[in-house]
């Protein structure tokens, strides 16, 4: 939820800048370093206080498990929106690397965790703390490696990214509202116990969306870059004339 509601759209805003024009990718990369820390130090304030106000929501979930995943909400940000930039530099291979990595290295993991030392949920939650501070930190590193940036704000980038990324947001929102405060309704009327089951059967769904969404996010850089070639194209053709 923090995640989903916390972030105005960048995760695509990044990708369709960068694409657009190449030159501003560092900026780009140093606003969302920024905003990254930024959204998730207030996300993980608002969800703890949102736990302190609201406990029955979180019903049988320790408060300490509340605040190590409220802790490390920048990190998740990190991975969020370094990664979907890879996809406006092009870098789909990286991406999918990424990505993919993260879920193996996680499940394995957790059955290491589950099965071998016999841990349970609260572990559970410290394992994704750390593998989202491993690779949240990993995404930066990588980004940086490739188009090496400093964390500057700038400020007038930032207004268009949130402008374009705005939209995005706003339409979505009532979606996500509907598909991620489940979790939340499901544990308060029926426990966490079918919170879980029912939290494998929405992974389930969200898998069926892969193939549409990850062809989407592929498109949506190839679309950016060939509307700034089309539009310097007719330009060049309005000066020849002129």
């Not at 499940?107 to 609260?122: I, K, P, R, S």
Request: glycine content about 10%; aromatic content about 10%.
């Amino acid at each position: 939820l923090s995640l989903q509601f916390g972030n105005p759209g960048l995760h695509t805003g990044n990708v369709y800048f960068v694409a657009r024009d190449p030159s501003r990718t560092a900026r780009v990369l140093g606003n969302t370093l920024l905003a990254s820390i930024a959204a998730g130090a207030l996300t993980g304030a608002l969800a703890i206080l949102g736990a302190l106000a609201l406990p029955d929501w979180f019903r049988g979930i320790g408060f300490p498990l509340v605040v190590i995943t409220a802790a490390v909400l920048p990190f998740q940000f990190f991975i969020l929106l370094f990664q979907n930039t890879l996809l406006g530099m092009h870098e789909v291979v990286a991406f999918n690397l990424f990505e993919v990595g993260n879920k193996i290295a996680t499940v394995a993991a957790l059955a290491a965790l589950l099965v071998l030392f016999g841990g349970g949920a609260a572990q559970a939650v410290v394992l994704f703390a750390v593998m989202a501070v491993l690779f949240g930190t990993a995404s930066v590193l990588y980004c940086a490696r490739r188009v090496p940036f400093r964390p500057a704000f700038d400020g007038a980038l930032f207004g268009e990214m949130l402008r374009y990324g705005g939209r995005v947001y706003v339409s979505c929102l009532l979606s996500f509202m509907v598909i991620r405060s489940d979790m939340l309704l499901v544990n308060y009327f029926r426990g966490t116990a079918e919170a879980g089951v029912y939290s494998i059967t929405a992974q389930v769904a969200d898998t069926l969306l892969l193939l549409p969404v990850t062809i989407g996010m592929i498109l949506l850089p190839r679309v950016a870059g060939e509307r700034e070639e089309a539009q310097g194209g007719y330009e060049r053709r309005h000066e020849d004339r002129d």
